[in-house]
């Protein structure tokens, strides 16, 4: 599985972006996908993620702000979000679990800053 990710960019404190993942094969046959996060000098962290089942869930920090879904005809996992904070700044980072296989993509980056 080749996983895209964009929608990162700057945005200022308050303010929303909306990020896409774009998988190479039908993701409905996927377990799970998912964001993480990066920021410089932590480790890489959960974020939120979606089962084939449509279960979801989030990191504390991303809950009631951030929003995850699928669209299976389009075979991509998206990440709404709101609220944004100057600790949201992070490489964001798209994944799959398919089978016993863990899938990444290259991580787009969203900079929170006044």
């Known amino acids: 599985v080749q996983l895209q990710a964009s929608g990162g960019g700057l945005v200022q404190p308050g303010g929303s972006l909306r990020l896409s993942c774009a998988a190479s094969e039908r993701i409905f046959s996927i377990r799970a996908m998912g964001w993480y996060r990066q920021a410089p000098g932590k480790q890489r962290e959960l974020v939120a993620r979606?089962?084939?089942?449509?279960?979801?869930n989030y990191a504390d920090s991303a809950k009631g702000r951030f929003t995850i879904s699928r669209d299976n005809a389009k075979n991509t996992v998206n990440l709404l979000m709101n609220s944004l904070k100057l600790e949201d700044t992070a490489v964001y980072y798209c994944?799959?679990?398919?089978?016993?296989?863990?899938?990444w993509g290259k991580g787009t980056l969203v900079t929170v800053s006044s």
């Open positions: 979606i089962t084939s089942g449509d279960s979801t």
């Open positions: 994944n799959a679990e398919a089978g016993i296989a863990v899938y």
